[in-house]
């Protein structure tokens, strides 16, 4: 599994798409895909979209997070969320933790864990 972290227009799917490994047509988006989608497309963009969409349905993050894990995504994008001002709606504060805790369970599991910013991808984490 590879999980590919950055801000918001920073340029994750661009990279990815760029290596050549993947297309548009294999990416679930996170922002609109049915909830029982998961894992029918080698790709998720926009975690923390599903994320907010996932609790906001009720479901507990628990039940995501083994769904993301037995489905096999080999790839996963989210957006950085948790810097920057704590919000005072603390349902959006709940958010933030729950997408940075699945966050960190996803990169411990992950082989690879990148970062993007500007449209340069630095790694973080590999095993080879």
Known sequence: ???????KGQGKLQLL???GKY???QVT???????EDLGSRPV????HLLVRRWTASGKPLD???KRIFQSGIPVILCDEIGSGIVPIDKAEEQWR???GRLCCDIAA???IVDRVFCGLCQRIKEIK
């Open 63 to 65: 039940e995501l997070k």
């Open 97 to 99: 933790e729950d997408t």
């Open 23 to 25: 297309v548009q047509e």
């Open 1 to 7: 599994m590879r999980l590919i972290v950055g801000g």
């Open 17 to 19: 798409l760029s290596e």
């Open 44 to 47: 998720l963009n926009h975690l």
């Open 29 to 35: 988006d996170g922002a609109d895909c049915p909830l």
């Open 109 to 111: 599991q992950a082989e």
